[in-house]
């Protein structure tokens, strides 16, 4: 445990590293008692914000960034992490502006807090916005890879697959290990019809860099066609073989992970009547509208479109996967695991309407309505 000897920097280091590793519960009870004995300490604030949205505490985390931009109106970080939760409540304008401030305040030369504000715009489908941030980051440094292929993703979702191929190719060209670049590449190719090409992409890849089954199955459709091979053929062992890890019987972590959905499951009453204490009676008009069936559209990482009530989504999804024998439950749980993984982020499928908002969290998918 933590000891009140701790300077606010060591506290905000061991908070950071507890973060760092998953451990949101952790790092909120260290960031608590060092606010405790260091209210003015802007850090730890910022700190507790970033896990309070960790653990999808909205309205905690606002409160939280506010509570920083009191001592520090120009904190980056702070307004980072408030823009970001305003998005969460739908007020895009007020989040925009936030964003903006940012820039205004000579930040543009952080290419990591660039990328950070390009990826939230990026989840919540604000393409035009994304694209302008991802462009600043990329005038003070135009050879970096990660920043020309997200700029490629977000050519791609704005459906501009060429520019997005060419875009995607050339961080491919700077940085030609960058697999999640490679990966979605293939699948682009895949989707416009020219398989030759995507089979190039893909076979520079190996079994165990893939964490998603839809670019393994086309791997080896393409494979089997180009090449006239058989189901049984010893070159499709690997990837067979990671299939079935992907979507094997839980293992120690899948049972930790288990565990811990479990423990996040059971304390979501106790946390949504503490959010009440700033939703206020927002909260339940908005559990009237919940209740109601609305037809949703969310869009897969595949470019693949869901329409219906989030259990007609979750199903469709299921039945679209490699095993559409499982239940909706195996499959969200499988998921949950397969997007841990991927952006260590859990993932609650206590419903088809957490599940499918936990992934789009997560950048796992895109909820248009």
Known sequence: MASSFLSSEEYDEHAHQLYNEGNYDGALVTLREGIGLYPTAVELHVGLGYARLARDEFAWARRSFEEALVLDPDHEDALAGLAETLLRFGQIAASIKTFDRILELGYSDDIELMLQVTRALFRDGLMEDALRFVDVALQQVPDNAEAVAMRGYIEHRSGQDAAAIVTLRRALALEPE????????????????????????????SPDEHWDELG??????????????????????????????????????????????????????????????????????????????????????????????????VEQMRDGAAQPGRTVEEFMQAEARRGFSLTGMLISTADAEAFIRGSADAGMLRIVR
């Open 178 to 205: 960058y697999v999640e670049a490679r990966i979605y590449l293939a699948n682009v190719l895949y989707d416009r019809g020219d398989y030759e090409a995507a089979l190039y992409q893909f076979e520079k890849t």
């Open 216 to 313: 393994i199955w086309r791997l080896m459709e393409l494979k089997k066609s180009a090449q006239r091979l058989g189901d049984d053929d010893p070159s499709l062992v690997p990837w067979d073989d990671r299939l079935a890890e992907l979507n094997e019987a839980p293992d120690d972590i899948d049972v930790m992970l288990g565990e811990i959905e479990a423990a996040a499951n059971t304390r979501a009453e106790d946390e949504a009547r503490h959010q009440l204490e700033l939703f206020g009676s927002l909260l339940a008009e908005l559990a009237v509208e919940q209740g109601a069936e609305v037809a949703h559209d969310v869009i897969g990482r595949d470019g693949r479109h869901y329409e219906g009530s989030w259990v007609q989504i």
